[in-house]
């Protein structure tokens, strides 16, 4: 038999917002995960990112900011 190594996560992004954010950083929350969200300026003040361990904010504003797959 072989012996598999098992890295644990220690930190998880989540590119996801509402309900769905919300339900993946509680179980982060769980397991002792950090959680980081993603958010644009109209969604700063949302559940999941004052539920998340930190916050990533992305340019722009609305649904598009999270479509930009231009990072700076």
Do not use: F, P, W
């Amino acid at each position: 038999m072989s012996s598999t190594s098992h890295r644990r996560i220690n930190r998880i992004l989540i590119a996801n917002r509402g309900e769905i954010a919300v339900r993946v950083i509680k179980t982060c929350k769980l397991r002792a995960i950090e959680s980081v969200a993603i958010c644009s300026s109209e969604d700063s003040d949302a559940l999941h990112v004052r539920l998340a361990d930190h916050v990533a904010h992305l340019n722009g504003s609305g649904s598009a900011a999270y479509l930009n797959v231009y990072v700076q």
